[in-house]
């Protein structure tokens, strides 16, 4: 019970002896009347909290994109970076040559090191360059967002809630 329920009910109360007691007779309908505009209240209270829940989950959504959109643009930084080294041909690998006390010698190669780029492995760097550069060059992603319409209530939600309290009301009163 609210506080206006109990208002209205002192002041029935209160008018019973200048009624010849009929206002006593609206305890019912008082009681129905203050449900349905607490249950009302509560409603509204409810869908400001859901209102809110669905706009925080939209921020951190946005800030979800813009975190894995900043990721992307450095994995595509550096994929540019990776091309345009492959791209350039590289560097075959050559022992550095050391002077010692005998003159100069080559140290060993042992089979391994730096090569330089084949020209399938130039061609898919300028590939992968210009589709990168591209991606960069097309900015952040759209962001996220959540249709304003769905955040209100439609007509037929509307009057389903007032029939519903109506109705409750009409059976409170009657019972």
């Given at each position: 019970m609210g506080l206006w329920t109990n208002i209205a009910?002192?002041?029935?109360?209160?008018?019973?002896?200048?009624?010849?007691?009929?206002?006593?007779?609206?305890?019912?309908?008082?009681?129905?009347?203050g449900n349905m505009l607490s249950e009302g209240a509560q409603a509204s209270a409810s869908n400001r909290g859901s209102q809110i829940d669905a706009l925080t989950d939209q921020e951190r959504l946005r800030m979800g994109a813009r975190t894995e959109d900043r990721a992307n643009r450095g994995d595509l930084w550096r994929q540019m970076q990776q091309a345009a080294y492959v791209g350039s041909g590289g560097q075959d690998y050559a022992a550095p040559t050391i002077v010692g006390r005998t003159g100069l010698k080559s140290l060993p190669q042992f089979g391994f090191g730096p090569r330089g780029s084949?020209?399938?492995?130039?061609?898919?760097?300028?590939?992968?360059?210009?589709?990168?550069?591209?991606?960069?060059?097309?900015?952040?992603?759209?962001?996220?967002?959540?249709?304003?319409?769905?955040?209100?209530?439609s007509i037929w939600e509307k009057i389903a809630g007032f029939a519903g309290a109506g109705l409750s009301a009409y059976a409170n009163a009657r019972s």
């Open positions: 009910k002192i002041g029935a109360v209160g008018a019973a002896p200048f009624t010849g007691g009929a206002s006593l007779a609206l305890m019912p309908a008082i009681d129905a009347a084949t020209d399938a492995e130039m061609r898919g760097a300028a590939g992968l360059s210009s589709e990168a550069l591209g991606r960069l060059e097309g900015g952040p992603r759209e962001e996220f967002s959540i249709d304003p319409k769905l955040m209100k209530g």
